[in-house]
């Protein structure tokens, strides 16, 4: 069974000896490695990493009764963010006085236990935490300086995993194309009139006339646009000859209509993306069956009929009781 855990090293006790005079100790670097130590070596011996991979990262030392409490920390995304995937087997503290070259303080060794740590990619982040504490047997000044990029708090590593959570999310979303949806009003002071050089020219769409373009932020010339009028604002839409269609446009929607409504409407939009506009296949929506207390899609069955607009009516040529009774009265007078 190989050894597991930490100590401080032979060379960190020389360090904290120094202390006596009243220096400063500065914690300069923290580095993990996935090597595992030699046979016949002591953890306390070590002065150096057997196989450094990355810098780590620590929570706040803090000093109480002459011993030091921190939790050695390293992320994946760290320094660019980890390329390959390793075992981490071991970590060390390194630290100086102001009149001491840098030495490896504190040393520790997963033993038999390693953990794995993935490589950083999708913005997954692979935490690993190991609480250590580093007895000076006296009152010491503790100080940082090691990398400020590394240093974080318990606390602020959970804010940038939110933070970087979020973004993954917002990526998903925006390569998803995802949809805006907010409340308008379509002012009725603000229809144009379209001009046209050739009126010969004129096509059917051509009716409309009129034109109007709304602000939303955020919109795009690609995206697709659905609007649900409010129920207030149907009877002068209809009255104006809203167009059924809209069109999306850089900040912007576009409305035309036959005349200019004569008061504003108030409507909701949905501005879809490229990706999951009708028709696009983005969508895993799929139609319910409608029952006696649920809305959903029906087929039309005997008895129906649907027209070219979509409309739905009863067949109203059935043969009547009277009808039946004269048919068969032929019949049986037939065969007698």
Known sequence: M???????TVLGRDLITSLVAGETIEFTRILVGKGSMPEGVEPIDMTELVEPVAEGASTVPVVDNGVITMTVEYRNDMNGGLKDGFWLREFGVFAKTENSEEVLLYYATLGDSPQPVNAY???????????ITISLALEANVQVVYNPGAFITAGEAQELIDAMVNDAVGNVVKDAASAIITTITIPADAWQKREFDDKSNQTYSDEYVYFVDVEIDGCMETMFPTVALDKSSLEPAGKAGLCPTAQSLSGSIRFWAKKAPESALEATVALLGESIKPGSGGSSYVLPTATATRLGGVKVGE????????????????ATSDDMEAMLEEAFNEKS
Not at 121 to 131: C, H, K, L, M, W
Not at 312 to 318: A, C, E, M, P, Q
């Open 2 to 8: 190989s050894y597991y855990g930490g100590t401080i």
């Open 121 to 131: 990619q999708d913005n997954r982040i692979d935490i690993r935490r190991y609480p």
């Open 303 to 318: 008895g129906l009929q649907i027209t070219e607009d979509g409309t739905i009516s009863t067949v109203t040529d059935f």
